[in-house]
């Protein structure tokens, strides 16, 4: 006897429209296009995943910069001068103390400054 798979190729559909609720024109009307669309949206979502890390770091590296150049350091210098000193600060954590404490980050420089 034969099995039909009407059923369960009708659920993949369903599941795949839901997935792809919010897209526009044929990448949400055709299962083609749709499913070309969510393996697509899938990808970059992974890749960007791990991009926004470096995208990150590099926004903390420009809010240092700026912070410690007022204070008449680059930013190389300064994270320099950070690790001979030994503060154990990542850049996280540097570029919120820059860009919400300002005083704070102002006795940080004066401190690697001193050593």
């Known amino acids: 006897m034969r099995i039909k798979r009407g059923v ?3 659920k993949k559909k369903r599941a795949l429209r839901k997935s792809v609720k919010g897209y526009l024109s044929t990448r949400r009307g055709s299962i083609k296009r749709a499913k070309e669309a969510f393996l ?13 890390k470096s995208v990150m770091r ?6 240092i910069n700026a912070a410690a150049r007022q204070h008449g350091l680059s930013y190389s210098k300064f994270m320099h001068l950070i690790k ?7 850049r996280k954590i540097l570029a919120q103390l820059a860009a919400e ?15």
């Open 84 to 90: 001979k000193a030994n503060v154990k600060l990542d």
């Open 8 to 10: 369960f190729a009708k």
């Open 58 to 63: 590099a926004l903390w590296q420009i809010r």
């Open 101 to 115: 404490y300002p005083a704070a980050f102002k006795n940080i420089v004066n401190k690697v400054k001193v050593k």
């Open 40 to 52: 697509k949206a899938g990808a970059n979502a992974y890749r960007d995943r791990r991009k926004k």
